[in-house]
């Protein structure tokens, strides 16, 4: 078997390199959101590229100050969403990872993550002056029927707009193919995760962060599904660490991907971030019941950040008794504002299940927001007053 | 509001112009638009964390303090995240009243028209639980009648697209639209025909005595901002505010299905930055505008971190700096009444600059 | 021989330009801004009269701008420093196509024409970043004098990156940068290009100016540190005057000079 190291160096280098290609053979290129549905556009033969993944990709090469600069929209950076400002500034700047994202044909989004996605990619597509289209997800909806039928129609409107723009047609035997395999490798990846439910832990989250890009950017390939088998059997085989068993925290929220690590330096073998249920959020649920563009409607309407409050804050309760959760370190990203709303509300939820939190605010991809001191501070207390309660 | 609770089986809250007041009058309720500055304690607004519009966290202060105690239920839009934060907050932290969310489409085609008018009916069901009072089409496409008569109303005070000179200053006329959803509907719709008819008697009146603007924005409801623009030497002629005139483009057909055409008029009212208009559509739209205007400036009113008006200002700007149209962009806090020294300079400053034009 | 009066109130400093017919400087002054602005400038315009030798009666007009300048209750007419800085500035060179100021409390960038008329404006709104204060309150972290700042930057060898633009973060991330032994001079040099880049963030909203010499006013343009940042940030050699801070005040007393200009003949004809 491959290692899993190997299929991910490939499947990194090939997914830009091909995107290149792409735009060279003439291939039709849209730039999507985290969690549009991938399968049809890829159905009807679309090069799909996320620019969220490669401000991701930007942010870790420490590029964010220089790029913001050069986006033309520093002075609004406290204001936009740091991938945002990220994308408009990969248009201007020369020294880009893999050269840069091409041009793309279209945009397509969905508001299932936040409502910045929308206003973010009809400012894009202005710049660009090329057609843009948007899926309606309302958030919270408790009417099943109605609003799985809303997003349907949503996608055969889709699906004629992107006929309209490239002549290609859907393959419906190649959707089905396609949402099959993001089944699967999503409850492969959400597998991944749960090796780290024993005790001590296998493996720290920031490791399992590496792990990301192909659920994201190649969910129903063959080669995403093949990666996160490989890894799973190498997480399951690894032996169990000598380590004193640590004390176990769950990162709820963003990464900071402009650190090494993705999280603040001050882990060690006593406090170890075991679960970040950031990553859990490309585990989508696709229903066992339905098929095809009835499937899709119901796992993209309920991404995480589409939830009510109540839903949020009981699966973080869950994955708190799950992976035997001792204390949990909220990221406030002040970039996705939809997120905020969940802090106050899961810090009462934790304080009736006795489990101390604390909260750190900062940036996902801007470090002009991260204060390293007063970070190390805070977890500093933090950890103080954990040791006092275990 | 004691009144109003009186007279009716209580007051809605609601936000944003998504929401169909005609539905919450049918059911007996009294809608009120919550806006302005409530009694706070100053804590408060740091409860909900920044960059949430500053709309959002002085009214999540005010909903703090108790200050808002006194609607019987609030019915949300999901135009934007702030106010999903202000909504979930408003249910996790505090004790509200039933916090209703009415899901309306980004869109405006007939799928999004379908939706919304399902949306529309599961309300009124809601309310018509609430309150414990039933509606006909018939009461309901009498209520939607007296809404269109504000409408009908109030597009009488603004030039556009005569570009008459109004018989009323900008900050009076965006006041009246402002009054419109606090107020008791007929009282109102008394008074607006009342003005309505006394100024059009009177003939057209040269008011534009400055240099003549266009607000934007979302909802401004800082009359004393836009008092103070006026008083620094500048007319506001038109505006494109929640307020203003996107309270009042098009009426409800009263002909086929209401909560259909409901549905369509809501969605249909004209561009808004919460939602996905055709981008072209959307353009030609506000180029044709300011070209029928001829402003000599557009200022922006933005709420402090504002996500929808502050992209709206981004891409109009471009626009604007093509056709040679001078732009300022105010933010403003909400819980702030006085104008700033800061804004006071950037107003007088830009008044100055279009002076020596 | 008739005079004309500027007074720019600013948020630390209170400056006075007197201007004669020719619109030749016939004195300046800098004082600290008091509690009571309009004190301070009454007892500051006592003060020149006396030194200058010459009467109430032959200061034809009195002008004011800045913050403060509604509260200067002894004067004829009041502009903002908008419009002061751009006729100061054009006073002083007719190629100037840009104004930029960095004060106390705000920076602004602005854009004139041919003529001298100000055809775009961009101040800061968010917070202290990217002024004066920041530098204020950062330099007193590392206890340095505003005064010494230039002159200690400029032996910098060192291009260190501050990543925070708030006023807070960066005195955390200075002690830090201090306990790790990075030099003063490297760390001022950072501050520097901290500021120049919130400068450059205003530049990069304003599209009317694409060519022309920029000008640099303000306190801060004495700081020789700042001025060969902001010329390496913004990629193009900035113009100080002699003296710096006070063309907002030769701005508006010239200004009023020229409105006043029309009456004047007509009076003496």
């Given at each position: 078997m491959e290692s899993s190291r190997s299929i991910r160096g490939k499947m990194f280098t090939e997914h830009y390199h091909s995107a290149a290609?792409?735009?060279?053979?003439?291939?039709?290129?849209a730039y999507i959101t985290a969690f549009t549905p991938v399968e049809i556009l890829k159905a009807m033969g679309l090069v799909c590229l996320y620019p969220e993944s490669y401000a991701v990709v930007c942010a870790a090469s420490n590029k964010s100050a220089d790029m913001i600069q050069a986006s033309g929209m520093e002075a609004f950076s406290q204001d936009l969403c740091s991938y945002s400002l990220l994308s408009f500034g990969a248009e201007h700047y020369e020294k880009l990872p893999f050269q840069g994202l091409p041009q793309p044909d279209m945009l397509i989004a969905a508001n299932n993550q936040c409502g910045t996605t929308m206003l973010w990619f009809r400012l894009l597509a202005q710049k660009k002056n090329i057609p843009l289209f948007i899926i309606d997800y309302p958030a919270a909806a408790d009417d099943q029927p109605s609003l799985v039928n809303y997003i349907t129609q949503q996608y055969e409107v889709l699906v004629d707009f992107v006929k309209g723009h490239t002549g290609n047609d859907l393959n419906t035997s190649i959707l089905n193919e396609q949402i099959e395999r993001s089944k699967k490798t999503c409850h492969l990846w959400k597998s991944v995760h749960e090796v780290n439910k024993a005790r001590p832990a296998r493996i720290e989250a920031h490791k399992i962060i590496d792990a990301l890009f192909p659920i994201v950017v190649a969910k129903g390939t063959q080669q995403a599904y093949d990666y996160y088998d490989a890894l799973l059997n190498e997480y399951s085989q690894m032996a169990e660490q000598d380590t004193v068993d640590a004390v176990r925290l769950l990162w709820h929220g963003y990464p900071m991907w402009f650190l090494p690590n993705k999280f603040p330096?001050?882990?060690?073998?006593?406090?170890?971030?075991?679960?970040?249920?950031?990553?859990?959020?490309?585990?989508?649920?696709?229903?066992?019941?339905?098929?095809?563009?009835?499937?899709?409607?119901?796992?993209?309407?309920?991404?995480?950040?589409?939830?009510?409050?109540?839903?949020?804050?009981?699966?973080?309760?869950?994955?708190?008794?799950?992976?035997?959760?001792?204390?949990?370190?909220?990221?406030?990203?002040?970039?996705?504002?939809?997120?905020?709303?969940?802090?106050?509300?899961?810090?009462?939820?934790?304080?009736?299940?006795?489990?101390?939190?604390?909260?750190?605010?900062?940036?996902?991809?801007?470090?002009?927001?991260?204060?390293?001191?007063q970070v190390r501070l805070r977890i500093e207390s933090f950890r103080d007053a954990l040791r006092r309660v275990l | 509001m004691r009144d109003m609770r009186s007279k009716t089986r209580g007051i809605s809250g609601c936000f944003s112009n998504y929401i169909p007041e005609e539905v919450i009058a049918a059911a007996g309720f009294h809608p009120l638009r919550i806006i302005g500055r409530y009694e706070t304690s100053s804590h408060h607004s740091q409860s909900l964390y920044a960059p949430v519009c500053s709309f959002a966290r002085d009214i999540f202060a005010a909903a703090a303090s108790g200050a808002i105690s006194f609607v019987s239920n609030v019915i949300f839009p999901n135009s934007c995240d702030s106010l999903k934060v202000l909504q979930q907050m408003w249910e996790s932290d505090l004790t509200p009243p039933p916090i209703h969310v009415l899901l309306h489409p980004i869109q405006a085609d007939d799928p999004s028209v379908r939706y919304f008018a399902q949306q529309i009916e599961k309300l009124a069901d809601i309310l018509k639980n609430g309150s414990g009072l039933s509606f006909t089409d018939l009461q309901l496409a009498d209520h939607i009648q007296r809404y269109n008569q504000t409408r009908q109303l109030l597009r009488k005070l603004y030039p556009f697209p005569d570009n008459k000179p109004p018989f009323l200053k900008g900050s009076d006329r965006i006041a009246l639209v402002t009054a419109a959803m606090i107020?008791?509907?007929?009282?109102?719709?008394?008074?607006?025909?009342?003005?309505?008819?006394?100024?059009?008697?009177?003939?057209?009146?040269?008011?534009?005595?400055?240099?003549?603007?266009?607000?934007?924005?979302?909802?401004?409801?800082?009359l004393q901002l836009l008092e103070t623009i006026e008083q620094l030497g500048a007319s506001i002629v038109a505006d494109d505010v929640t307020n203003g005139s996107?309270?009042?483009?098009?009426?409800?057909?009263?002909?086929?299905?209401?909560?259909?055409?409901?549905?369509?008029?809501y969605l249909r009212s004209g561009p808004s930055p919460t939602m996905n208009t055709d981008i072209c559509d959307d353009e030609r739209f506000f180029r044709g505008r300011v070209t029928d205007l001829n402003p000599d400036g557009i200022i922006f009113i933005n709420q402090k971190f504002c996500e929808p008006h502050l992209h709206n200002y981004l891409a109009k700007l471009e626009i604007l700096k093509e056709m040679k149209v001078n732009a300022l962009m105010l933010e403003v806090e909400h819980n702030r009444t006085a104008v700033s020294e800061r804004d006071l300079l950037r107003i007088e400053s830009f008044v100055e600059m279009l002076g020596e034009g | 021989m008739n005079y004309y009066l500027g007074i720019d109130v600013g948020s630390s400093y209170i400056k006075l330009a007197l201007l004669d017919d020719a619109e030749t400087m016939a004195f300046q002054d800098v004082i600290q801004r008091g509690a009571d602005i309009d004190a301070s400038c009454r007892a500051c315009f006592d003060e020149m009269l006396n030194r200058c030798q010459i009467d109430r009666n032959q200061i034809e007009g009195?002008?004011?701008?800045?913050?403060?300048?509604?509260?200067?209750?002894?004067?004829?007419?009041?502009?903002?420093?908008?419009?002061?800085?751009?006729?100061?500035?054009?006073?002083?060179?007719?190629?100037?196509?840009?104004?930029i100021d960095i004060g106390g409390q705000d920076s602004k960038v602005i854009v004139i024409d041919q003529f001298g008329k100000v055809l775009d404006f961009m101040m800061n709104h968010k917070c202290s970043a990217g002024t004066g204060k920041f530098l204020e309150v950062t330099s007193a972290s590392l206890g340095v004098p505003m005064e010494q700042l230039g002159p200690l930057s400029q032996?910098?060898?060192?291009?260190?990156?501050?990543?925070?633009?708030?006023?807070?973060?960066?005195?955390?991330?200075?002690?830090?940068?201090?306990?790790?032994?990075?030099?003063?001079?490297?760390?001022?040099?950072?501050?520097h290009r901290t500021i120049s880049g919130q400068v450059r963030g205003l530049f990069s909203q304003i599209n009317s100016f694409s060519d022309g010499t920029i000008v640099f006013v303000g306190g801060l343009a004495l700081n020789d540190g700042m001025i060969s940042e902001l010329s390496e940030t913004l990629k193009q050699r900035v113009l100080v005057p002699p003296h710096p801070q006070f063309v907002g005040a030769c701005?508006?007393?010239?200004?009023?000079?020229?409105?006043?200009?029309?009456?004047?003949?007509?009076?003496?004809?």
């Open positions: 290609q792409a735009r060279q053979d003439g291939k039709p290129i330096l001050c882990f060690d073998d006593e406090f170890q971030v075991v679960l970040n249920d950031y990553t859990l959020w490309w585990s989508l649920n696709y229903p066992d019941d339905s098929s095809g563009m009835e499937a899709l409607a119901a796992a993209y309407s309920d991404t995480y950040l589409n939830r009510s409050i109540q839903r949020k804050v009981e699966e973080v309760a869950d994955l708190i008794a799950d992976y035997s959760i001792d204390g949990v370190i909220c990221h406030v990203n002040r970039s996705c504002r939809r997120s905020l709303a969940d802090i106050n509300p899961l810090r009462k939820r934790l304080h009736q299940l006795s489990i101390p939190s604390v909260t750190i605010e900062s940036d996902m991809a801007n470090p002009s927001f991260y204060s390293d001191e | 107020m008791d509907r007929d009282e109102y719709n008394q008074i607006l025909g009342q003005i309505v008819a006394e100024g059009l008697s009177a003939g057209s009146v040269e008011r534009e005595t400055g240099k003549r603007i266009m607000v934007m924005g979302p909802l401004v409801d800082n996107r309270y009042f483009n098009l009426d409800v057909d009263l002909d086929g299905n209401l909560y259909e055409n409901l549905a369509k008029r | 009195i002008i004011a701008t800045g913050y403060g300048r509604k509260q200067v209750t002894f004067c004829d007419d009041v502009i903002t420093e908008i419009t002061a800085l751009a006729v100061g500035s054009y006073a002083i060179d007719r190629t100037i196509r840009c104004v032996e910098s060898d060192k291009v260190l990156k501050l990543s925070s633009i708030c006023t807070v973060f960066a005195e955390s991330e200075i002690i830090s940068c201090i306990a790790r032994g990075e030099k003063k001079e490297d760390i001022i040099r950072a501050l701005g508006a007393a010239i200004f009023l000079r020229r409105k006043m200009e029309p009456v004047l003949t007509l009076q003496g004809t």
